[in-house]
């Protein structure tokens, strides 16, 4: 054959691993702090929003490891997506049911907002997600803001809302 011929087919082929490897990639995020990963919510885009106040009044610690993203999906569609077995692989929900774990709420000034918690290694690893509704002053290019953060369960467990969002804006 023409070497010219060979080396057409040869790149095509290298080429073609390239773009069926990055097609079968799934719906998980690799934490590049910790090496831990996690499902993320489909359509969700990581931000460079920065804002150590919100992570304060979700209670989550400064040892975990913290992201935010943003979308344009429903608080309530981002929940039940965590609260579903088949969308968070290894992880789990406690008690055969996230109630109890996750909220979807308004707050007092009219905010609404949602949280999840699930673990995996049987609780020694968590991931606490919670979403709220994009602010004005956040200055998001997206409907809603997505924070998720990973690492030692006993971390995890006690994140939940313990201030008041007012102070966001």
């Given amino acids: ?8 087919i040869t790149g095509c082929f290298i080429t ?19 090496n ?9 885009e990581e ?22 993203y943003v979308t344009d999906s429903e608080i309530s569609d981002i929940i039940n997506w965590y609260e579903t ?16 774990v996750s909220i979807t709420n308004i707050d007092v000034n009219n905010i609404s907002y949602g949280y999840v918690k699930v673990h995996k290694n049987n609780k020694t690893e968590g991931l606490f997600v919670f979403v709220i509704k994009s602010l004005e ?14 690492g030692p369960w006993n971390l995890i467990n ?5 201030g008041n969002f007012t ?3």
């Fill in 167 to 169: 102070s966001l804006k």
């Fill in 36 to 44: 831990i990963s996690y499902p993320l919510f489909p359509n969700a």
């Fill in 47 to 68: 931000t460079t929003y920065k804002n150590d106040t919100l992570w304060n009044i979700m209670n989550v610690s400064s040892e975990l490891n913290k992201t935010f």
């Fill in 85 to 100: 077995r088949e969308n968070i692989g290894e992880y789990e929900i406690l008690d055969g049911g996230a109630r109890g």
């Fill in 158 to 162: 006690v994140c939940k809302k313990t």
């Fill in 16 to 34: 073609s691993i390239f773009i069926l490897a990055g097609c079968t990639s799934n719906d998980s995020n690799q934490d590049t702090k910790s």
């Fill in 137 to 150: 002053e956040m200055q998001l290019e997206k409907e809603n803001l997505m924070g998720i953060a990973t």
């Fill in 1 to 8: 054959m023409n070497k010219k011929i060979v080396n057409m």
